[in-house]
């Protein structure tokens, strides 16, 4: 009853065999190996395996990888690298947002998502698009500190 | 302490294990990899309270295909196992005595499979009564949780009173049955929490390998590897040098990621089927499982003279302990040491009595057994200045501890900064005692709070290296950032770049002993231990200079890479060419340090929340939050605002919506769809001030800082609460349906006087 799911993640192709009821979170950290998305509940609840899914937020373990079978997925892996941050990774390192770094990998895919809607949030806003992403080491404030700095650091670029 | 001229203590640097947690490349319990096949552990949990357990059968599991061990009590020695109390068996076998208690484990190729195999697992059970709340188990009729209490082995901290009372701990000051009698007034109140969850973001997850020498090696998400791999040897029956913990990144522990949970079945899994054998927790599993807070009744009655000082107190508190000691009972002998607060009372007791119940086992959750006390105690300090038309803030002015002050154990209390903290929160708020109210149904509301940070047996290897770098080893959990204030205390006392520091946690093969990250003291400990061990790095530097230099070492000092002679900066030498030219005869460059128990000190702060009400519904919207921090000396402060802003989350937590409900003894609320963390929604900014002034001990005077901010959150709510409404709560949390009924109360007793 095994089927074959091939998408793209980070660019990247990927195709490996699945169960009807293997969750995406689950194919994401066993079939490919990418274990930056979190399981911190499998319930929808706590926003730790957050993905972008063709552009929109999802929490990938409420997902079947069946379902996104030929998406286009990005992950906490594709979003800078170790020698090259991206400028909202950055935020978070100088901002001191991220302590036990848990919750971060869904943090910072709800923020990128933000910041393609809406590249000037205020804080409520900010506080909204993560208020699905719970963190119990940090009370918000530095993450939300965070993306704003990373909204400033764009629209500065963008000049 | 003097002035101190520091160059990198003070700053801050950003963590040293940064980038590898914004790349998704850290490594935490669920995320360890081996090569080769892995098996997925499940375990069987009791879905009773209370039962005798008459027989397991795991014939048919032991046959379904896909499965390759399956593991019972019989698997491991029968001994009782327990940090304070021997009282625990690690798979239950006489008896289970909560739901959740472990009775069966099984390895299988898939998850599916592992739980299918659960479900052919028959365990045939005498339901007993079960216990749900501390004071109904202290009635003389209660059922036991534990018939043999009084037999069982104490190791430390616990002393059994009998019945189900696991520990019991009493201490006093003067006469306090006296002073009532001599007071101008006395109060009497009691307040109650309940269990919290510590709700970290990572569950429980851990991987073990029986390995081809007899050994195991044990990864798991834990803030203790040495206290972890001394419980897992203990368990499974075999000497500390043939089981390795290696320490995952850990996603959060707050005290929740100490007591020993699943490892030991994944060790005995993996030994039965010769393959790793990985098991993590479900969030339900988790919430059922785990050490939550304990829940507190306390009975505080004080009594107070004209002149508004407190001159009698005794707090009687019981403490929802759960099925097994753990913890809690450690709790229940420090609680008698701190639960005078900020105050200095002369005539006190303190009695703390630690119950078995039939939930989960409760133990350490930052500054265990502070918010519940000081709920009680800043509840009162407003409830009576109110009662008698005094000024609270008056008030507590007059009652803070002073320098020395003894603790209830005769301890003197020492870098007693309170005034200070308690005037920080006041400037950064604008907080006047006259105008709590802030309009119609809003207003203000301060608490004051402190927590005593000891220290724990710490040692630690620096290895200079042939270019005059350093490498500090640990065997420490890097959970609040410790590693990078490390790299600080390092850098600072070589005189060398942050670049040229590595701090690394090593696992319990390769590292001294180290403390767990807990008690606010890893810092404390360890960078007491690395200044220490940089003195002997610096001291055999100096011995190998004296030739080169023609100086003795006491004139020498370490800077820039360079040996140098004080005062005469042209006499140099550098570190790299002294470790060239004299390795081959003298060896290399290591230094030790190490340090045993210190005795607890307090640090202290001031919090000021602003609470609107919605006096329909009951719900408490937190306007504005101002919190102080006594630090000593802030080592990394962006770390220590992290510290300070997440310990009032989980204060905010406890005190509005946080709670581990029971009905029956059956668990309630085990998704955080029904246990409600706060969310991004529902916290203001939290302005955070720290207040620095160096402390006697610690590393460059550095304070522990990582439990007391959520120390005074549910007072400080509760007494903003009473000035928005007058109503005031005394038991926690505080959540809607209790305030509106509570308002509710008010409105028709008023209506009816
Ligand atoms: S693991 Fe998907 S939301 Fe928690
Ligand atoms: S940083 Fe630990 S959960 Fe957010």
Redesign the interface.
Known sequence: MKSSVKLTVNGLEQEHQAEPRTSLLTFLREQCGLTGSKRGCEEGECGGCSVLLDGELVTSCLIFAVEAQGAQLVTVEGLGTPHHLSPLQEAFATDGASQCGFCIPGMLLAATNLLERNPDPNEQDIRKAISGNLCRCTGYDLIVAAISMAAELKKGARG | MEAQDLKIVGR?I??V????????????G??V?LPGPLLHGKILRSPHPHAIVKRIDTAAAEKLAGVKAVATAADLPDVRIGKNLKDEHYFASDKVRFVGDRVAAVAAVSR?IAEEALRLIEVEYELLPALTNPIDAMRPDAPLVHPDLMNYQVVAAAQPEGGNVCSLNSLSRGDPEAGFAEAHQVFEQQYITEMQH??????HACLATYNPDNTYTVYTSTQGIFGMRNSVAEALGVPQNRVKVVGT????G?GGKIVMKDEVAAATLSRKSGLPVRI?M??AEDFMCGNPRAGFYITIKTGVSKDMRMVARTMEIVLDGGAHAMGAALMCWALPQFAEGPYSIPNLRVTSRCVYTNKANSSAFRAPGGPQTNFAVESETERIATAMGWDALAFRRKNLMPEDHPNLAGTPMRSVNVEETLDAALEISGYDPAQTGLGPNRARGLALGNWNVGGMPTGTVLKMNDDGSANLITGVVD???VNTSLTQVVAEALQLPVEKVTVKSLDTDSAPHAAQSAGSQTLKSMGTAAVQAAQEVKQQLFELAVEELDATPDNMELAEGEVRVQGSPERTVAVRKLLAKHMANSGPVVGKGGTGAFSRMPSFCAHIADVDVDSETGRVTLLRYCASQDVGVAINP??C??QV??????GVGMALSEGLTYQDGQPQNT???DYK?????D?P??ETKLVEKPAVEGPFGAKGIGEPPCVPVPAAIANAIYNAVGVRVTSLPINPEKLRRAIKAKKEGQASS
């Not at chain 2, 294990?17 to 935490?28: E, H, M, P, Y």
């Not at chain 2, 963390?677 to 929604?681: K, N």
Request: proline share 5%; glycine share 14%; hydrophobic share 40%.
């Open positions: 801050s950003p963590r294990d940064v980038t590898s947690k914004l790349t998704g490349q850290a490594l935490f669920e995320d990899k599916e510590q709700a970290y973001m990572e569950p990144e850990i996603g959060g707050f993590v479900t969030r959970l609040t950032g962006v770390i605002i992290g802003q997440g310990g009032v989350a989980q998704g955080f769809l963390i706060p969310s991004a929604l916290l900014m939290i």
